[in-house]
């Protein structure tokens, strides 16, 4: 006998439904014929017809492909023993996924409450991976019954989901310096427009290598890796992280090919490279002080960098946005920040920003030859 998928779903009515009842025709059918004995009485306590009970028998053995009632003139309609095995099986599984059909049910109705009570906003934001980030949104939550559905990719497709209409803000990061930062740039400047795009201060973090405890390798720069043999973790293309070793590279003259691992794989989050260094995978990897505390990594810090989150000018007086800069400014986010190793508030924090206020390095451009 070929597997059956299982297809659930779900309908509005009177909020008066207790325990884990779930309909299913099949099943109705079966526990009436059963209780019943008779297919007459089974179709007049489900308040159908006998032929529509009889037609929908029929159609049930068709589709599973196995007698489900056995009857004869003048004798009582019995399950077969498949019906009966079948029956029976459903009914244990019902009664162990009780508390779980319960629990489903219950929190559908308060999604669903939310919704239709007006008071609950939601925001869609795409960006660049940080641990602060699922603080905020359980603070959105609890404070400003702000739902934020948070999606972690890299900073530049984060800024990309942003263009296409995916997300309503989006997150990058970039170092927090005056002077030029050319490839930050350069990635940067055909994502964000001044005048189109309003920045957000979020906050400020320390990026850093990350590397075994005590650091016997003596790392304390990116370039003490190369030629080395020491084994680099990467993150991938369209991270503002990885733009920053590109960066640190240019800026001690080394090119990438000279670091071990470069181009043997990235990780996608800060959690995932220290993961990597912490499981022996790798020597050291650029990533926040944060996730080398929570894998007992020893921690080299190197750049500060300021964290945005950005919109266009438009959606700034959209609710959702509004009460996402009323957490920002609020006490307690700031104490959420001092509590995360590597972070502080910014002094901008939760301010709208234009890009040439926020970059100052934005007017750079490329000496002539």
């Known amino acids: 006998m070929k597997t059956r998928g299982i297809h659930l779903q779900y309908t509005f009515g009177p909020p008066d439904q207790r325990g884990a009842d779930i309909g299913n025709p099949l099943f109705d059918l079966l526990s009436a014929v059963h209780e019943c004995g008779s297919i007459q009485h089974a179709a007049r306590s489900l308040g159908a017809s006998y032929r529509h009970v009889w037609g929908a028998l029929k159609q049930w053995e068709e589709a599973l492909g196995e007698p489900l009632v056995t009857w004869a003139q003048g004798q009582p309609a019995r399950l077969t023993p498949f019906a009966d095995r079948l029956l029976w099986a459903e009914r244990q599984a019902r009664t162990r996924l009780t508390p779980h059909i319960e629990a489903l049910r219950a929190e559908l109705e308060r999604v669903l409450a939310d919704a239709f009570d007006g008071t609950q906003q939601v925001l869609t934001i795409h960006a660049s991976h940080d641990i602060a980030l699922a603080r ?18 890299g900073s530049l497709d984060a800024l990309r989901s942003l263009a296409e209409g995916r997300c309503q803000v989006a997150g990058f990061h970039v170092p927090a310096l005056g002077q030029a930062v050319p490839l930050f740039s350069q990635a940067l400047k055909p994502l964000l427009k001044p005048g189109r795009h309003k920045l957000i201060g979020c906050t400020r973090r320390m990026q850093g290598l990350m590397v075994a405890p005590g650091n016997p390798r003596g790392v304390h720069e990116l370039s003490d890796l190369a030629g080395r043999g020491l084994r680099y973790v990467n993150r991938q293309p369209g991270s503002a992280t990885r733009l920053l070793a590109d960066h640190l590279l240019e800026r001690a003259g080394l090119d990438a090919a000279t670091l071990a691992g470069w181009n043997e794989g990235a990780e996608d989050s800060h959690l995932a490279v220290a993961a990597a260094v912490a499981s022996g995978q790798g020597d050291a990897g650029l990533g926040i002080e944060a996730a080398a505390q929570a894998f007992g990594l020893d921690f080299v810090p190197l750049v500060e960098e300021d964290y945005f989150l950005v919109g266009l000018k438009e959606t700034l007086d959209h609710p959702a946005v509004q009460r996402l800069g009323q957490v920002l400014q609020g006490p307690r986010w700031r104490e959420q920040l001092e509590r995360l190793p590597g972070y502080h508030a910014a002094e901008r924090i939760g301010e709208v920003l234009s890009l040439t206020r926020a970059l100052p390095w934005w007017h750079y451009r490329t000496p002539r030859a």
């Open 136 to 153: 905020l949104r359980e603070l959105a939550s609890q404070d400003e019954r702000l739902h934020i559905e948070l999606k972690f990719s």
